[in-house]
């Protein structure tokens, strides 16, 4: 059975500084596999924020000629990015094919 985009609970979509992300206009948004880091898999935490960093900076560079890119790296100390969280590839996949059906411009790393 094909997986359903993932939905994401809001507390999970909380960035750390929720004034300041909400005052940003551009957010970088990284979504991690939740299931990496729980067993069987059980990734150390190292190996996902690992993850997490390839995949902001595969969006950065293959979106480098993009005006909002760099926009968003002029904002140098003050760039946002809010990290979510996928359950599983499947949702992670689902939510790749959701961006593309509606033209969002994102990296699947």
């Given amino acids: 059975a094909a997986a359903s985009p993932a939905v994401l609970p809001a507390a999970r979509a909380v960035p750390y500084n929720m004034a300041a992300a909400t ?24 190996a996902v924020v690992a993850q997490g ?17 760099g926009a968003y790296l002029e904002q140098g100390g003050a760039m946002r990015t809010v990290v979510l969280e996928a359950p599983d590839e499947n949702s992670l996949l689902g939510l790749a094919e959701l961006l593309r059906a509606k033209g969002v411009d994102h990296r699947l790393w």
């Fill in 53 to 69: 960093c390839h995949a902001a900076l595969a969006a950065v560079h293959g979106y480098r000629e993009h005006p909002d890119t």
């Fill in 23 to 46: 005052a940003a206009v551009l957010v970088q948004y990284v979504v991690l596999r939740g299931d990496l880091a729980r067993p069987p898999l059980s990734w150390p935490l190292g």
